[in-house]
C-alpha cells in the first residue's frame, strides 16, 4: 500500500509539474515576443529619416545594425527588393512575399516571428513603411517555445527530485498515521468477532452438554423401572 500512494503521488505531483512547466514556458514566451515588439518599435525611432533611396547601403546599414546593439537592418525599395542588409550582404532579393513587409507596404508597418531562411534562426521582425519610399526591417533574434522549455529542464529535474523525495515522506505519513490506526481497528475488530464467535460456540457446548446430562439421566431412569 505504500508504494501505491507513492508512486500515484509522484505521477500525480510529475504531471502537475509537466503541465505547469509548459504553460508557463508559453506564458514566458508570449512575454517576450510582445516585449521584443516594443523594443523593435522603439529601435525604429532611432533611424535618421532624413535618409533618401540612395543612401540605403551597406555601410548605413551596419552602421544602424551598430547603433541598435547588432540587431540585423535591411533596407528595401516600397516593392519589397533588398538593398542593403547588416548580416545577409548576399541576400538581395525580392522580400514581398514575407508577412511583416505586405503589412508594411499596405498597413505602413508589420510584425512577424519566424525562422530566418538566410540565418537559420528564429526572429523577431519589424518593418516600417517611410512615405511610400522605402522599407526599412528590424530583426532581432529570440528563443523558440520549445527551446525555452528545453532551457527549463534541468530546472524541472531538480523539482521532481525533490518531488520523489516528498512523495516518499508523504507516503510514509499516511500508510503511518492514517493505515496503521485503520489496520489496528481491523484487527481489533476481527478480535471482537472470534471473541463473540468462541463465546458463542462455548454457549452452544454448554447447552449441548445440558441436554446429553438431562437425557442420560432421564434414560436411566427409564432402565430402573
Same mark, same amino acid.
Given at each position: 500500500?505504500?508504494?501505491?500512494?507513492?508512486?500515484?503521488?509522484?505521477?500525480?505531483?510529475?504531471?502537475?509539474?509537466?503541465?505547469?512547466?509548459? *504553460?508557463?514556458?508559453?506564458?514566458?514566451?508570449?512575454?517576450?515576443?510582445?516585449?521584443?515588439?516594443?523594443?523593435?518599435?522603439?529601435? %525604429?525611432?532611432?533611424?535618421?529619416?532624413?535618409?533618401?533611396?540612395?543612401?540605403?547601403?551597406?555601410?548605413?546599414?551596419?552602421?544602424?545594425?551598430?547603433? $541598435?546593439?547588432?540587431?540585423?537592418?535591411?533596407? %528595401?525599395?516600397?516593392? #519589397?527588393?533588398?538593398?542593403?542588409?547588416?548580416?545577409?550582404? =548576399?541576400?538581395?532579393?525580392? @522580400?514581398? =512575399?514575407?508577412?511583416?513587409? /505586405?503589412?508594411?507596404?499596405?498597413?505602413?508597418?508589420?510584425?512577424?516571428?519566424?525562422?530566418?531562411?538566410?540565418?537559420? /534562426?528564429? %526572429?523577431?521582425?519589424?518593418? /516600417?513603411?517611410?512615405? #511610400?519610399?522605402? $522599407?526599412?526591417?528590424?530583426?532581432?533574434?529570440?528563443? !523558440?517555445?520549445?527551446?525555452?522549455? *528545453? /532551457?527549463?529542464?534541468?530546472?524541472?529535474?531538480?523539482?521532481?527530485?525533490?518531488?520523489?523525495?516528498?512523495? *516518499?515522506?508523504? *507516503?510514509?505519513?499516511? !500508510? @503511518?498515521?492514517?493505515?496503521?490506526?485503520?489496520?489496528?481497528?481491523?484487527?481489533?475488530?476481527?478480535?471482537?468477532?472470534?471473541?463473540?464467535?468462541?463465546?458463542?460456540?462455548?454457549?452452544?457446548? $454448554?447447552?449441548?452438554?445440558?441436554?446429553?446430562?438431562?437425557?442420560? $439421566?432421564?434414560?436411566? @431412569? !427409564?432402565?430402573?423401572?
Amino acid at each position: 500500500m505504500k508504494w501505491r500512494i507513492w508512486i500515484l503521488s509522484l505521477g500525480i505531483t510529475f504531471a502537475c509539474l509537466f503541465v505547469f512547466s509548459f *504553460a508557463a514556458t508559453q506564458v514566458y514566451y508570449k512575454s517576450s515576443i510582445d516585449d521584443s515588439k516594443e523594443y523593435l518599435r522603439v529601435y %525604429m525611432n532611432s533611424f535618421d529619416e532624413t535618409l533618401n533611396l540612395d543612401d540605403l547601403n551597406e555601410q548605413n546599414a551596419a552602421a544602424f545594425s551598430e547603433k $541598435l546593439n547588432g540587431a540585423r537592418v535591411t533596407f %528595401m525599395d516600397a516593392q #519589397g527588393n533588398v538593398l542593403a542588409d547588416s548580416i545577409a550582404e =548576399d541576400d538581395l532579393e525580392n @522580400h514581398s =512575399d514575407r508577412s511583416e513587409i /505586405k503589412d508594411a507596404i499596405f498597413d505602413g508597418e508589420g510584425f512577424a516571428v519566424r525562422g530566418s531562411s538566410t540565418l537559420g /534562426k528564429n %526572429m523577431v521582425y519589424f518593418c /516600417k513603411n517611410f512615405d #511610400g519610399q522605402f $522599407l526599412v526591417r528590424i530583426a532581432v533574434f529570440t528563443d !523558440t517555445d520549445w527551446s525555452i522549455f *528545453a /532551457k527549463s529542464l534541468p530546472i524541472l529535474l531538480y523539482f521532481f527530485i525533490l518531488c520523489i523525495v516528498l512523495c *516518499a515522506v508523504i *507516503a510514509f505519513v499516511s !500508510t @503511518h498515521f492514517i493505515l496503521t490506526p485503520v489496520k489496528k481497528l481491523a484487527s481489533d475488530a476481527a478480535n471482537v468477532i472470534d471473541d463473540t464467535s468462541n463465546q458463542i460456540c462455548k454457549a452452544f457446548a $454448554l447447552r449441548e452438554n445440558s441436554f446429553i446430562r438431562r437425557f442420560r $439421566l432421564a434414560f436411566a @431412569h !427409564t432402565a430402573r423401572l
